[in-house]
């Protein structure tokens, strides 16, 4: 199957004409992974072979198309700055914005992820689950989400998808300071984490 075949089902139809121009650019392989929690995308590359895309294939037209675009930026800072330094870097950076401007219209993004996406440009980082204006904006049209870390009041006990409990604490920056209870220490947890609500055992008297 041809890397347009894969693609042009998966992502915004009002985003095919200039979109097609890069999927035939790009001389790799572009295929469809499983779901995976721990990113919704990658770039893979190995002396003497093709590179390979793999993008989750139970992403949304809008997040494919955004996670696409961000792994062909990895694409040609491997192809075109042989010496960058970080994978998310400068360079990086660069291109993602070159490849994402021609697509920030709305026949393509409804107008919270364009204004999301458009912010998110200013410094992009290294994940969309990483900006939580933009990851808020992507589940728009998901179905009603759970609770969140987010959604629970200061101080409440939660099981997270592992199984661990934590206490929600205070929000640093754009994570909140969460405190296992079985061991006592401090993670930054996303507040978008689905988690489940504990009530905290009753006192006997």
Same mark, same amino acid.
């Given at each position: 199957?041809?890397?347009?075949?894969? /693609?042009? *089902?998966? /992502?915004?139809a009002?985003? !095919?004409?200039?979109?097609?121009?890069?999927? &035939?650019?790009?001389?790799?392989? =572009?295929?469809?992974?499983?779901?995976?929690?721990?990113? @919704?995308?990658?770039?893979?590359?190995?002396?003497?072979?093709?590179?390979? =895309?793999?993008?989750?294939?139970?992403?949304?037209?809008?997040?494919?198309?955004?996670?696409?675009? !961000?792994?062909?930026? #990895?694409?040609? /800072? !491997?192809? @075109?700055?042989? #010496?960058?330094?970080?994978? #998310? &870097?400068?360079?990086?950076?660069?291109?993602?914005?070159?490849?994402?401007l021609?697509?920030?219209?709305?026949?393509?993004?409804?107008?919270?992820?364009?204004? *999301?996406?458009?912010?998110?440009?200013?410094?992009? $980082?290294?994940?969309?689950? *990483?900006?939580?204006?933009?990851?808020?904006?992507?589940?728009?049209?998901?179905? $009603?989400? &759970?609770?969140?870390?987010?959604?629970?009041?200061?101080?409440?006990?939660? $099981?997270?998808?592992?199984?661990?409990i934590?206490?929600?604490?205070?929000?640093?920056?754009?994570?909140?300071?969460?405190?296992?209870?079985?061991? &006592?220490?401090?993670?930054? /947890? #996303?507040?978008?984490?689905? %988690?489940?609500? %504990?009530?905290?055992?009753? !006192?006997?008297?």
């Amino acid at each position: 199957m041809s890397n347009w075949a894969v /693609v042009a *089902a998966k /992502v915004p139809a009002a985003a !095919h004409p200039r979109l097609q121009r890069l999927v &035939g650019a790009y001389s790799g392989r =572009i295929r469809l992974a499983a779901p995976r929690k721990s990113k @919704w995308g990658d770039f893979r590359w190995q002396a003497g072979q093709p590179s390979q =895309i793999s993008i989750n294939r139970d992403l949304s037209p809008e997040a494919f198309l955004i996670t696409l675009l !961000h792994e062909f930026a #990895h694409a040609q /800072v !491997h192809a @075109w700055d042989p #010496h960058y330094s970080s994978p #998310h &870097g400068p360079e990086w950076q660069s291109r993602y914005r070159q490849l994402v401007l021609p697509f920030l219209t709305p026949d393509i993004f409804p107008p919270a992820l364009l204004t *999301a996406l458009q912010r998110s440009l200013h410094k992009p $980082k290294a994940s969309c689950g *990483a900006d939580v204006a933009l990851l808020k904006a992507l589940q728009t049209d998901l179905p $009603k989400r &759970g609770q969140t870390v987010e959604s629970l009041p200061a101080g409440s006990l939660f $099981k997270a998808p592992s199984g661990r409990i934590f206490t929600k604490g205070p929000k640093r920056r754009t994570r909140f300071s969460c405190v296992e209870l079985k061991t &006592g220490r401090t993670f930054a /947890v #996303h507040p978008l984490t689905d %988690v489940e609500l %504990v009530n905290p055992p009753a !006192h006997g008297r």
